[in-house]
């Protein structure tokens, strides 16, 4: 089994995905994915996509957020998926994005850093296809007569043939990213801020592939520096259409990150509580609650947190049913003041302390 080093300590690789996981709200047990359970995918769409179409498949329909994650093995490795699922998918897809960057970071790739574009809704996608077509008849002399030919029946598949041949034309391609709807330039600004005010550190990438069928709106990657220093593209995923899933209205964004070894993933059966559990009460306060996790997560204290829920009151009976020692609760006043409530659940006394000060206090019980 795979170690490397974190911080002071050795870690499994697989126990840190379950760290990772438990972090960012994936408590369910992984859905274990085979081979049989994407005979119904197309063979052209990506196979990490059709990996985060199939778990999505797999959760069905759902009125309230939702996440689930999943593994799959194929050869020697195993890919593993995150996927949240909401009628509101809003900060919903955060928690995958950094689920992934955390796993990226902990198989042992520096500065990982999420890579973004956007393919768009139906409008967006017409206009980027009649410029496609436009830009395959002004070159048809110019670019080898396969792909010309190609581009009548599959204009994507024209596209990425005209790619991975390092043509000269490559670079006047049109970019989906440049004829987006005013829906879907939206959804792509309200993301950048949302990445911004979380700290995700991100970079629009306007050639990112994309599998049409399959993917819509936003597009993700992540890409992070190996051992020698070369940059690698580790994580795969994005916004999934609806009716992949099912004929509801209900927002999908997944992520697939692959590694070159079997892990033995299972979630957590220890059943032992968390040190600490992050509530939050108010929208400013879930960002800055959501900030708080990556630090917890750096420091190893086991964590609890519900930041996705509907109210405070289903967060603090989470809470409660947790075990939890500590109860972190960061309201709209703390979020001000960069502060944190920590509550004591064995003898209910609680404070406020600064929250740089909070990891100091329940270090004790750790992962």
């Known amino acids: 089994m795979k170690s490397f080093e974190r911080g002071a300590r050795?870690?499994?690789?697989?126990?840190?995905?379950?760290?990772?996981?438990?972090?960012?709200?994936f408590t369910s047990q992984p859905i274990a994915i085979t081979r049989n359970d994407m005979n119904d995918m197309p063979e052209h769409i990506d196979r990490d996509i059709a990996l985060i179409a199939t778990l999505a498949g797999a959760v069905g329909s759902v009125t309230h957020t939702t996440q689930a994650w999943a593994t799959a093995k194929k050869g020697g490795g195993t890919t593993v998926v995150f996927m949240a699922a909401s009628p509101k998918l809003s900060i919903a897809q955060a928690f995958v994005v950094k689920a992934a960057l955390a796993t990226v970071e902990s198989a042992g790739f520096e500065h990982p850093v999420v890579l973004m574009s956007s393919v768009g809704d139906y409008e967006s996608r017409r206009r980027y296809l009649r410029e496609t077509g436009n830009f395959f008849k002004k070159y048809a002399k110019e670019m080898p007569e396969p792909i010309h030919q190609l581009s009548v029946k599959d204009p994507d598949g024209a596209v990425r043939a005209l790619i991975d041949a390092e043509h000269p034309l490559t670079a006047s391609l049109p970019r989906t990213i440049d004829y987006l709807s005013e829906s879907s330039r939206k959804i792509m600004l309200e993301t950048i801020a949302l990445f911004e005010s979380l700290g995700i550190e991100y970079a629009l990438d306007p050639r990112l592939t994309s599998t049409p069928a399959?993917?819509?709106?936003?597009?993700?990657?992540?890409?992070?520096?190996?051992?020698?220093?070369?940059?690698?593209?580790?994580?795969?995923?994005?916004r999934i259409r609806e009716e992949i899933?099912?004929?509801?209205?209900?927002?999908?964004?997944?992520?697939?990150?692959?590694f070159n070894e079997q892990l033995d993933i299972r979630g957590d059966k220890s059943g032992a509580p968390p040190a600490c559990f992050v509530v939050h009460i108010g929208e400013a306060a879930k960002l800055r609650a959501f900030t708080?996790?990556?630090?917890?997560?750096?420091?190893?204290?086991?964590l609890g947190q519900a930041l996705l829920a509907d109210t405070i009151q289903v967060q603090m009976e989470r809470a409660s049913g947790s075990g939890a020692k500590y109860i972190a609760?960061?309201?709209?006043?703390?979020?001000?003041?960069?502060?944190?409530?920590?509550?004591?659940?064995?003898?209910?006394?609680?404070?406020?302390?600064?929250?740089?000060?909070?990891?100091?206090?329940?270090?004790?019980?750790?992962?």
Do not use: C
């Open 10 to 25: 050795r870690e499994s690789l697989d126990r840190a995905v379950m760290s990772v996981a438990a972090t960012y709200g």
């Open 329 to 367: 609760i960061v309201g709209q006043r703390e979020a001000l003041d960069n502060t944190v409530i920590l509550k004591n659940t064995a003898t209910q006394l609680q404070e406020t302390i600064p929250i740089e000060k909070l990891i100091g206090r329940i270090s004790r019980v750790r992962v």
């Open 214 to 238: 399959v993917q819509h709106e936003l597009v993700f990657a992540v890409e992070g520096i190996d051992r020698k220093g070369n940059a690698v593209r580790v994580a795969t995923g994005g």
């Open 292 to 302: 708080l996790l990556d630090s917890l997560w750096r420091a190893h204290i086991a």
């Open 245 to 258: 899933k099912k004929k509801d209205k209900t927002d999908i964004v997944g992520m697939s990150i692959a």
